[in-house]
């Protein structure tokens, strides 16, 4: 990587290792309120427009003490740790919280969130998960339009239609920019590692977009072509809600492999769908939830005509990957749920696959490596033996 590229990459890293100390500098430059936003459903637009900053709330590296006592063993790392971190006082950078929920361990880290910050506002709201049904497109109208009122009030001033319109514009201007270097990696170049990839959407997920968008310019004006190199491609998959430890997504790519694609919640899931801009706005946060889950199917939501095993493997197909790493956080019911389903598509077309459980506590590195290294062993010996 060039000097140069590093330089303009290196605000946004600096973001991405300490999201806090960025609100903390907005909040002090600007004097304005910060919506602490939980993933991974919440238009950030809706509170962009009311003047506010949103960030979506980001797992912390610190050891949980509290956090493991506020919620059972058996919720997520991601939960426990908010749980943590509410106890801690570490949430105390945001001015509010808003909700679009989509799973039981997340309701019960934001209710301790709301038990350890009464004071805060705190703002619930149910997006319908099921998204084939006649009524889901008017209840999730109202939700939207519910998030929009309720942001007005928090903020002190209603929400105009204007100013979500700038909102949209704004946002997507960001996913497209993003999207162009996911794409650019999908077709064979390598410019950024898997690491790189995760600090350009994380700090996405905390800076000011316009920010954001301005420092994301420069990365791609200093990023150049790079040849294609014959290292193992591999997608990774899965992740909800908070970002893999940069040790995982290091010690990965140590082993002779290339991660070339993702559904990551911290990687292209964020970014799959734009909002329209060319109907009323709250028409359009629906439709843009209603369309993410075809863009890039969930299992957090039901619908019929889209399947996250279809998605997955057009997505191997489209990029070339070979092989796939499923990334799952521990605990993670939704993820648990539906991977039988991903690991039967994979086996039935014959794609190498490995699943890693992630925690709070942790990678173990080792154990992770020699795993992705019998991976990409395996790899190569099939393109052995096909040639
Ligand atoms: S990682 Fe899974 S269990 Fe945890 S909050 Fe997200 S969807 Fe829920």
Redesign the pocket.
């Known amino acids: 990587m060039s000097e140069t590229l590093a330089a303009a990459l290196a605000p946004l890293a600096e973001v991405a290792e300490d999201p806090d100390a960025y609100v903390v500098r907005w909040k002090e430059r600007t004097g304005g309120k910060v919506v602490g936003a939980f ?1 991974m459903s919440f238009p950030g637009e809706i509170a962009h427009a009311a003047g506010a900053l949103p960030v979506v709330i980001q797992e912390n590296r610190e050891p949980d003490t509290h956090g493991r006592n506020l919620l059972a063993e058996f919720y ?1 790392g ?2 426990r740790n908010i749980a943590d971190s509410a106890a801690k006082g570490n949430l105390d950078i945001y001015d509010g919280f808003f909700l679009a929920d ?2 039981i ?2 309701l019960g880290a934001v209710d301790v969130v709301r038990f350890e910050s009464p004071e805060k506002p705190m703002y619930f709201g149910h997006l319908p998960t099921s998204l084939g049904d006649s009524w889901t497109p008017e209840d999730a109208r109202k939700m939207m339009r519910s998030f929009v009122d309720e942001m007005g009030e928090f903020a002190g001033a209603p929400v105009t239609p204007e100013a979500l319109a700038h909102s949209i514009a704004v946002f997507n201007e960001n996913r497209r920019l993003l999207r162009e270097i996911f794409e650019a990696r999908r077709s064979g170049n390598a410019q950024f590692t898997a690491e790189q990839m995760q600090v350009l959407v994380k700090s996405s997920m905390v800076m000011d977009k316009a920010e954001h968008t301005r420092l994301l310019r420069r990365v791609i004006a200093e990023a150049a072509e790079v040849p294609r190199d014959d290292r193992v491609r591999l997608y990774l998959s899965g992740h ?2 908070h970002a893999p430890k940069p040790e995982l997504l290091r010690a990965i790519e140590d082993c002779g492999a290339l991660v070339v694609d993702d559904d990551l919640f911290t990687g292209m899931r964020y970014i799959s769908t734009d909002v329209p801009e060319d109907v009323d706005a709250v028409d359009a946060l629906r439709d843009w939830y209603l369309q993410r889950d075809v863009n890039l199917p969930c299992a ?1 939501l039901v619908q019929h005509e889209a399947d996250w095993e279809d998605y997955l493997l057009n997505s191997i197909d489209r990029s070339g990957a070979q092989g796939v790493i499923v990334l799952l ?1 521990k ?5 648990m749920l539906y991977y039988p389903e991903l690991r039967k598509a994979l086996d039935e077309r014959g794609v190498p696959h490995l699943l890693i459980e992630t925690e709070h506590e942790g990678v173990p590195e080792e154990n992770v490596r020699t795993r992705v290294e019998a991976l990409v062993e395996r790899i190569r010996r099939n393109q052995l033996v096909r040639s």
């Open positions: 993933p997520c991601y939960t989509h799973c361990q997340l909800f809600s957090t956080v605990f993670c019911e939704p993820h």
